[in-house]
T-cell receptor, first 113, second 113 residues
Framework: AQSVTQPDIHITVSEGASLELRCNYS??????LFWYVQSPGQGLQLLLK??????LVQGIKGFEAEFKRSQSSFNLRKPSVHWSDAAEYFC???????????FGKGTKLSVKP | EAGVAQSPRYKIIEKRQSVAFWCNPISGHATLYWYQQILGQGPKLLIQFQNNGVVDDSQLPKDRFSAERLKGVDSTLKIQPAKLEDSAVYLC???????????FGPGTRLTVT
């Protein structure tokens, strides 16, 4: 069965420091992979997606993610975190034939001054 | 372009009562999704519509949950009767095609007491 694991429930980083959020997936075929961000009281916003091609994908707000098939991972990175990046981040895999998404449990990011 | 609209934003009901949520997707989006997000977890798909037809409702608790999308535009999700474990945020999303980017509404936070 398809699944997504985000091992870190909560991460705290200092403003200006680099960030890496981990995501591992289980999927039988070539996956479609996504990262979404959710601010308090808001819906989810797509940061980036991987369908095929270049395994390093660029997203909005300075985020990037790298697809590593051998490790079944799709980690999200940002070289310098801003206070406004504090939010919850969800990794998702596109499952089934109809495009529905399977989400991980999320990683809450706190940013300290 | 207007985003996905949902109402109400908050709802508090007692167990065994009924409740309905409304969603208006982005204009022209054929695919509409309802997700349930329990506190501390990622969103879980409840039902997916393509135009006004259901393409996936495998995780919808059909004994108490129902959804419809008349005329292939807006949609309602109903719970009757509600249980304590239905307390969650209900997210609506839409996309122009399957596997396209899903755009999420702000969600409805349901509290069942």
């Amino acid at each position: 069965a398809q699944s997504v694991t985000q091992p870190d429930i909560h991460i705290t980083v200092s403003e200006g420091a680099s960030l890496e959020l981990r995501c591992n997936y289980s999927y039988g075929a070539t996956p479609y992979l996504f990262w979404y961000v959710q601010s308090p009281g808001q819906g989810l916003q797509l940061l980036l997606k991987y369908f095929s091609g270049d395994t390093l994908v660029q997203g909005i707000k300075g985020f990037e993610a790298e697809f590593k098939r051998s490790q079944s991972s799709f980690n999200l990175r940002k070289p310098s975190v801003h206070w406004s990046d504090a939010a919850e981040y969800f990794c998702a895999v596109g499952g089934g034939s109809q495009g529905n998404l399977i989400f991980g449990k999320g990683t809450k990011l706190s940013v300290k001054p | 372009e207007a985003g996905v609209a949902q109402s109400p934003r908050y709802k508090i009901i007692e167990k065994r009562q009924s409740v309905a949520f409304w969603c208006n997707p982005i204009s022209g989006h054929a695919t509409l999704y309802w997700y349930q997000q329990i506190l501390g977890q990622g969103p879980k798909l409840l039902i997916q519509f393509q135009n006004n037809g259901v393409v996936d409702d495998s995780q919808l608790p059909k004994d108490r949950f129902s959804a419809e999308r008349l005329k292939g535009v807006d949609s309602t999700l109903k719970i009757q009767p509600a249980k304590l474990e239905d307390s969650a945020v209900y997210l609506c999303a839409s996309s122009s095609v399957g596997f396209g980017e899903q755009y999420f509404g702000p969600g409805t936070r349901l509290t069942v007491t």
